[in-house]
């Protein structure tokens, strides 16, 4: 049939079913075509020739005809025509998407007293905010409309061969639920664009719809779920829900059938992280990953609306995992920090005594630090001992570094818990990933510190506090080399990191582009640019500043106030720190 006859002839009434993606043509796409018709159809004036464009298919139904494939040619089509002022007798409709259908339809507003079609779409692109949308639909329909007002501004498509000489052919089956959602999978299943989310949606939604729940209703809920899984910290949450599993992927070329070649690309289509969640907490075990074990799975309409229901029950717990401060952050850190569990284990917690959540993370984080306490060569008591080593060097680990990062970032969950003010802890900052090991006090020496003698008399000072409290020796002689005043800078620093630089009072997380920025400054210049940096975060966020991180910069205690950190300071915040953390343990 002829572009005439499609939108022209005949009042065909187009509908988009819910189970159907979104409008995605891009400009090039839309551009492509319209190149292709302006370059063919001129060979086609006075003869039989015509130019044919890809098949639509479509199903019979009471209210219309319902779109199994061409929905992107169907409404670009329609979008070419309204710009090209042709009135137009057919129209699509949205059952699930109340805003897309309204947006096209301003688009080719046509005057209820004289017909006469009014051009708004210039106005309608102007005021049209993108990404203010429910669905990317009126993103990419916007970017199509720029793209066919441009290429018609300089370039020509004569009327009567675009509406005579263009034409689809159209395949129309019979109405049935199952034989239309069959026909959608065997006509997109060898489809790169197509995702397996895609067709899962589909699924759900022809087995599932009732007089209850609508298509309508079900689109809009898979709607709402894959907007959810595009914000930015949800999609990374998810993420590492997913990494703590092990997930065999089938390979595309190791799958039997054309059908079965359907893959699940996350980073285009984020919901398919909660599908691999789903697959998780439904399969046996020896089950891969691919799209043939969600067709057994939701082999019937019954066994499919049973699943529905478990798949709304794990969005809705995932979606309170995430709001609640409580359990986003312990749940953060235990997936990220141990090795206890899996998302099944995790989940199952949840549905078997959801009460006690919240409490079981907890406790699994307790045991899972003081088995890492016991199995090394360290002491949970070591933690605040000012004197002991945790930090050996760059190059060197026994377990102690690694676990005393998982302390530091447990402070600044604890500081997230308690105080709603200091806000969320990004996903990507329960590891140390973006993050270096920052001495607060230089471990090695700068030309500030060893050249400035006032400076040596606080190291002194408070190396003389330590030797109160400790019988060491060693720790007198240190301090008369220090007071020697034939010692040199370099030799005092040498003498004094022995004492307490390396431990974890001393010892914080610090952004690596930061950390490495300033170097060995002095501690009055890591405190300014710490705290400068913290209040710029707002600004595009590109140095995120830990809670603890920033506290332990803010507290320096001694007769030098802020603009010193001395072994008074790294005393009293190892003790804070142990106390903390031994305070937090012992509540479970």
């Known amino acids: 049939q002829s572009i005439r006859e499609i939108f022209l002839e005949d009042e065909n009434t187009f509908i988009i079913p819910a189970y159907q993606r979104g409008y995605k043509w891009t400009k090039e796409h839309v551009s492509h075509l319209l190149e ?60 699930t998407r109340d805003r897309t ?88 299943g ?7 989310s895609d067709l899962l949606r589909a699924i759900f939604i022809t087995r599932c719809e009732t007089e209850m729940e609508t298509e309508h209703d079900l689109g809009e809920e898979f709607d709402e779920m894959n907007k959810w899984c595009r914000d930015e910290e949800n999609y990374k949450f998810l993420k590492r829900l997913v990494k703590i599993n092990t997930i065999t992927e089938t390979k595309v070329d190791n799958l039997g059938s054309y059908h079965a070649k359907i893959v699940f ?57 995430k709001d609640n401060r409580d359990i986003y952050h312990f749940l953060g850190f235990l997936i990220s920090n141990t090795q206890e569990c899996d998302f099944s284990q995790i989940y199952n917690l949840w549905i078997s005594e959801n009460d006690k959540f919240l409490a079981n993370i907890k406790s699994m984080i307790r045991k899972s ?76 020496p700068n030309a500030k510190d060893t050249h400035d003698g006032e400076r040596r008399q606080l190291y002194i000072a408070a190396m003389k506090d330590l030797a109160e409290n400790i019988d060491d020796t060693q720790l007198l002689q240190d301090i008369r080399t220090l007071e020697d005043d034939a010692t040199t800078a370099e030799a005092a620093m040498a003498i004094i990191n022995r004492y307490g630089l390396n431990c974890a009072g001393n010892l914080v997380l610090l952004e690596k582009g930061l950390n490495r920025g300033y170097g060995n400054s002095a501690y009055e210049i890591k405190r300014e640019q710490v705290v400068e940096s913290y209040f710029q975060n707002g600004k595009n966020r590109k140095r995120y500043i830990r809670p603890y991180t920033l506290k332990v910069f803010l507290s320096s205690t001694n007769k030098g106030g802020l603009e010193r950190w001395t072994f008074e300071d790294i005393r009293n915040n190892t003790h804070r720190l142990y106390n903390e953390t031994k305070k937090w343990i012992e509540e479970l």
């Open 36 to 95: 292709s018709i302006a370059s063919k159809i001129p060979v086609c004036h006075d003869s039989d020739q015509y130019f044919c464009l890809q098949n639509i298919t479509l199903c019979n139904s009471d209210k219309g005809l319902r779109v199994i494939d061409g929905q992107q040619r169907l409404i670009t089509l329609t979008l070419i025509l309204s710009l090209l002022d042709v009135n137009i007798k057919s129209h699509i409709i949205f059952p």
């Open 265 to 321: 690309d996350e980073e285009r289509y984020p919901i398919d992280l909660i599908y691999k969640l789903f697959f998780v907490i439904n399969h046996t075990g020896e089950e891969e990953y691919n799209y043939v074990f969600f067709e057994r799975l939701l082999s019937t309409h019954n066994i499919c609306r049973e699943k529905l229901t478990d798949l709304r029950h794990l969005y809705s717990a995932l979606k309170e995992w």
């Open 190 to 196: 060898v489809k790169s664009e197509l995702d397996g």
């Open 101 to 188: 259908e309204s947006f096209i339809k301003a688009m080719i507003l046509t005057s209820s007293k004289d017909k006469i079609r009014v051009r708004v779409i210039k106005a309608i692109i102007i005021n049209h905010t993108i990404g203010n949308a429910d669905s990317l639909d009126e993103e990419y329909i916007s970017e199509a409309v720029t793209a066919i007002r441009e290429w018609l501004e300089s370039n020509s498509l004569p009327l009567d061969l675009f509406l005579d000489k263009v034409k689809l052919i159209v395949n129309v089956i019979e109405s049935d639920a199952t034989t239309e959602e069959q026909t959608f999978a065997n006509l997109n």
């Open 369 to 444: 630090l003081l088995a890492e306490f016991r199995d090394g060569s360290y002491s949970f008591s070591d933690l605040g001992n000012e004197c002991h080593q945790w930090y050996l060097s760059n190059f060197e680990d026994d377990g102690r570094m690694k676990l005393l990062i998982k302390i530091l970032i447990l402070q600044d969950v604890l500081l997230c818990t308690r105080y709603p003010e200091v806000g969320y802890l990004p996903v990507d900052y329960f590891t140390r990933e973006n993050d270096d090991v920052e001495h607060i006090a230089c471990q090695t």
